[in-house]
């Protein structure tokens, strides 16, 4: 039974390590994003209204986030824990992803925060490619794929998220400093918040999650 968080800025490698997470600890994976994604791509109305805000880097409306990453919890996987990855982003959607967690008995166990600078964080998010079919994440410079353009895992086509690119990167960096950092505290004072150094090696900050998650 594991109840945590992965929070930090775009580009920290929450999506990378939280694949290693799930497969370790067995939980399920919820990333609102990737929720969102999935809506854009089946042309639903959820889809819709969140494309504009995604593109603009932009956060997509606290109730309507709210909404999905609820109902997503709602499902059966969720009842031996979760990782959520990219929930919450605003101290409102915390506050009521807590009073979600109370009124069904439950409570966090961790929170990880995964901190990286700047400069790197642009790095990695311009030079980000994704597999179109399965999801997995390379990088042009740091993680490049044996084949250009194409997945190692299932021979998908990669390509370059509409969010990553620079002007929207810088947009959703700041974003993150004005409306996310202050979960930080709001988890600090929690009692319950783990930070992690996501700079270099995979493997190390990897090896530091599961210091804090305990084995
Ligand atoms: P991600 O894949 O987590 O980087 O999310 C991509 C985009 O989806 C973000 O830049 C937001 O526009 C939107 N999004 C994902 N999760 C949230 C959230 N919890 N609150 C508001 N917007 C979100």
């Known amino acids: 039974m594991l109840r945590t968080i992965l929070l930090g800025p775009p580009g920290a ?8 997470i799930v497969e370790k600890y067995g939980i399920p994976h919820i990333s609102t994003g990737d929720i969102f994604r999935e ?3 089946n042309g639903t109305e959820l889809g819709k209204k969140a494309q504009e805000y995604m593109n603009r880097g932009e956060l997509v409306p606290d109730e309507l986030v709210v909404e999905i990453a609820t109902d997503r919890l709602l499902k059966d996987d969720c009842k031996e824990g979760f990782l959520l ?15 979600f967690l109370q009124a069904h008995g439950q409570k966090l166990d961790v929170v990880i925060d995964i901190e990286v600078e700047k400069q790197e964080l ?3 998010l311009t030079g980000r490619r994704v597999c179109r079919k399965c999801g997995a994440s390379y990088h042009i410079v740091n993680i ?13 086509e990669l390509f370059q998220r509409d969010d990553d690119t620079v002007e929207t990167v810088e947009n959703r960096i700041e974003v993150y400093k004005a409306q996310t950092m202050p979960l930080v505290d709001y988890y600090k004072k929690a009692g319950n918040l783990a930070e992690i150094d996501g700079s270099g090696d995979l493997d190390r900050v990897f090896a530091d999650i599961v210091k804090a998650l305990g084995e």
């Open 122 to 124: 642009l790095t990695r």
């Open 13 to 20: 490698g929450k999506g990378t390590q939280a694949v290693k």
């Open 85 to 99: 990855d990219g929930f919450p982003r605003t101290v409102f959607q915390a506050e009521k992803l807590d009073e």
């Open 144 to 156: 490049p794929p044996k084949k250009e353009g194409i997945c190692d895992i299932c021979g998908g």
């Open 39 to 41: 809506n854009i791509k």
